[in-house]
């Protein structure tokens, strides 16, 4: 991160290394990934994992998965023992010292850290066969139709917010060099399809009481709170004195299923991955957005990187027929396009997946499909006032395509000093924030003036 705030960001941020990245997440990281998952359900045994991993074995490879299980069930379980005694240590009764809770945390992301990179261990597996990127749970249109059909009259009733918030729990909190902190909350999902616990974590500056507040949504496939180094553009928001709360979406992070890799459900259960993920998603943050109405007194925006900017762009619809209390006051869209349908469905990364053939393979066809996706259709503009609103673009996305995006904006009628287009793409926009923080001060601007309206 500190390299890509030189001169040399502004190389690395460019077309070129867009096709490089995608050619590394469908070549190595989803079919590593898929490796992973599968050592994560076999608990050691070489037969469990082939057959989770969709592998036929050899001898020889049976010899080095052997091995390499060993090593992932040690080092998953110091895993589950240090991911134990950090929630003993965040979420307990007891006090906690300030030198504890920095301890717990560090060894809690770098135990994870070196967990999710066990993938690499599973390279010769992926050198000598064809490993599959997705291991697929296609549903049929009947079950489809039995769970969303009912919403397609009234699109919105997907969406609502419930009507009794669950009770949020609330961390400890971890100081930060600059005299800020770190907590997270923890709720149940009100969502009926999920079955679990949401995590959010707030970053949140110093002075904090007079901070706007940005949820903000990562991408699919992304873990930020499991990883050390990601390119991340949240620690110059906490900069700027906004604070932020980034919840893990449905099957990311802590809420991944058992034998899969974070967000394959959304790919593997396709098209009913997308219905799951964004209802669930819109109703969790509304929990939020209630929680931090009644704790704060500034304004509150939602925003994103690709799904958790399309997350925030359907709340941005759909929050019309929430309570006002719940609505955004401005958005943050980052890599984002007009419809849903265009980026799961034509999008690059779902070309990668192999969507289409598997949802044909199982009864589904375009119009069956194209039935579902006005449930995430705007109806009209959004609530939030166009001026509110912030995008920021490349023209060479292929995988949230740039011209569905632009469209949608125009449509928005998103004010031109707004917009933030570059010649970039799905890979190399946040990579150009890194020094470019243009968008951001922006963004910071419009958050003082809504403050200063509401004072």
């Not at 399309?310 to 759909?318: L, V």
């Given at each position: ?326 609505r955004p006051d401005a958005a943050f869209l980052v890599t984002h396009c007009g419809h849903i349908e265009d980026a799961v469905v034509h999008g690059k990364l779902a070309e990668v997946w192999g969507i289409a053939k598997a949802t044909i393979d199982h009864g589904w066809r375009t119009n069956l499909i194209r ?85």
């Amino acid at each position: 991160m500190a390299a890509l705030r030189t001169p040399l960001g502004n190389l690395v941020a460019r077309p070129w290394f867009d096709h490089v990245a995608l050619n590394t997440v469908a070549y190595w990281f989803f079919p590593l990934s898929r490796l992973w998952a599968a050592a994560r359900t076999a608990e050691g045994s070489t037969d469990r994992f082939f057959d989770n991993a969709g592998v036929v074995p050899t001898g020889r490879l049976e010899q080095r998965v052997r091995r390499t299980l060993g090593e992932f069930e040690t080092v998953r379980h110091r895993m589950v023992d240090i991911e134990h005694d950090w929630e003993s240590a965040f979420f307990g009764t007891g006090e906690c010292s300030a030198d504890a809770l920095l301890q717990a945390e560090h060894e809690r992301l770098t135990c994870r850290n070196r967990y999710n990179n066990l993938r690499r261990k599973f390279i010769p597996v992926r050198l000598g066969c064809n490993v599959p990127p997705v291991r697929w749970q296609i549903p049929s249109p009947a079950d489809v139709e039995a769970i969303y059909g009912a919403f397609l009259a009234d699109p919105s009733k997907a969406f609502s917010p419930p009507d009794i918030m669950p009770e949020i729990t609330v961390s400890h909190r971890l100081n930060t060099s600059d005299g800020g902190h770190n907590y997270w909350l923890r709720f149940r999902s009100p969502s009926p399809r999920m079955d679990d616990q949401v995590i959010a974590r707030v970053y949140e500056p110093a002075r904090a009481e007079n901070a706007p507040t940005l949820i903000f949504g990562h991408g699919i496939c992304v873990e930020f709170d499991h990883w050390k180094g990601l390119v991340d553009e949240v620690e110059a928001m906490v900069q700027m004195g906004i604070r932020v709360v980034r919840p893990e979406a449905p099957w990311h992070g802590r809420r991944v299923p058992d034998g899969m890799y974070g967000g394959e459900k959304f790919i593997a259960t396709a098209p009913m991955g997308a219905l799951d993920l964004f209802t669930s998603a819109a109703q969790e943050w509304s929990v939020i957005m209630d929680w931090l109405r009644r704790t704060t007194n500034t304004p509150i925006a939602i925003g994103g990187s690709s799904l958790g900017a399309m997350t925030s762009q359907i709340i941005c619809d759909k929050s019309r027929y929430w309570p006002d209390r719940l609505r955004p006051d401005a958005a943050f869209l980052v890599t984002h396009c007009g419809h849903i349908e265009d980026a799961v469905v034509h999008g690059k990364l779902a070309e990668v997946w192999g969507i289409a053939k598997a949802t044909i393979d199982h009864g589904w066809r375009t119009n069956l499909i194209r039935r579902y996706m006005p449930l995430f259709e705007a109806e009209r503009r959004p609530i939030i006032r166009p001026e509110n609103i912030v995008t920021v673009l490349g023209d060479h996305d292929n995988v949230t395509p740039f011209n569905s995006a632009r469209t949608l904006i125009d449509e928005w009628n998103v004010p031109p000093e707004n917009q933030f287009v570059y010649r970039r793409g799905h890979f190399s926009v946040p990579l150009g924030m890194m020094r470019d923080h243009g968008p951001l001060l922006k963004f910071r601007h419009i958050l003082s003036e809504l403050a200063a309206g509401s004072g």
